[in-house]
């Protein structure tokens, strides 16, 4: 089955805007809702956006998401030196008995 | 707050069963309506889901992994566990187990999960 389409690597200078898309189809981004993860350096994935656009108690309102149709995107305004990390998208697949799907990760660089 | 632990065999031989176990503290494996995940991410790469398992003991796995893949819970030591057969040097991996709370969607008038609580991993290798 595939997963969810991110670039690669993204990046920016502090206080700039960065976005990640996140591209998937009908039985998963277009069907269910989108949330995305943030992985710093040598720790665990953490909840960074759920249903599309909502922060969870304690993430910075510098970071948004959004999603229309099949795609989905987080954008990371006001950049700081410790948003350097990797991000993912997920969303659950309702096709073979239903699934989650990641996407392949978007390692974002401060300069 | 919920805690989870992931534990287990550093290493596991090729063709052999991995078994890990996810410890939950600060609450129960039983109570609410929860989803409890395994998720894997090899050295340098990306997340990959494998399977889950509801509290009532329903599960959905991983197509590309379903043939191998066991969850169940054992509610009396408040732990999930994990057995993945006929390992290969492709399943070595940082193995995560996640919590997923449920909530209601109004606008696609059903119920909807994600991963709101993670454990910080264990790491497994396959070799002879």
């Known amino acids: 089955q595939s997963g969810l389409t991110q670039p690669p690597s993204a990046s920016g200078t502090p206080g700039q805007r960065v976005t990640i898309s996140c591209s998937g189809s009908?039985?998963?981004?277009?069907?269910?809702?989108v949330h995305w993860y943030q992985q710093l350096p040598g720790t665990a994935p953490k909840l960074l956006i759920y249903?599309?656009?909502q922060r969870p108690s304690g993430v910075p309102d510098r970071f948004s998401g959004s999603k229309s149709d099949t795609s989905a995107s987080l954008a990371i305004s006001g950049l700081r030196s410790e948003d350097e990390a990797d991000y993912y998208c997920?969303?659950?697949?309702?096709?073979?008995?239903?699934?989650?799907?990641f996407g392949g990760g978007t390692k974002v660089t401060v300069l | 707050q919920v805690q989870l632990q992931e534990s287990g065999p550093g290493l596991v031989k090729p063709s052999e069963t991995l078994s890990l176990t996810c410890t939950v503290s600060?609450?129960?494996?039983?109570?609410?309506?929860?989803?409890w995940s395994w998720v894997r991410q090899p050295a340098g790469k990306g997340l990959e889901w494998i399977g889950r398992?509801?509290?009532?003991?329903?599960?959905n796995f991983n197509p590309s992994l379903k043939s191998r893949v066991t969850i169940f819970i054992d509610a009396s030591q408040n732990q999930i566990s994990l057995k993945l057969a006929s390992v290969t040097a492709a399943d070595t991996a940082v193995y995560y187990c996640?919590?997923?709370?449920?909530?209601?969607?109004?606008?696609?008038?059903?119920?909807?999960?994600?991963?709101?609580?993670w454990g910080k991993g264990t790491t497994v290798a396959v070799s002879s």
């Open positions: 996640a919590r997923e709370v449920e909530r209601w969607s109004g606008s696609l008038n059903q119920y909807y999960y994600y991963m709101n609580v």
């Open positions: 600060g609450g129960s494996i039983s109570s609410g309506s929860n989803y």
């Open positions: 398992i509801f509290t009532s003991g329903s599960t």
């Open positions: 009908t039985s998963n981004i277009g069907s269910n809702y």
């Open positions: 249903r599309n656009n």
């Open positions: 997920a969303a659950w697949d309702d096709s073979l008995s239903g699934h989650w799907v």
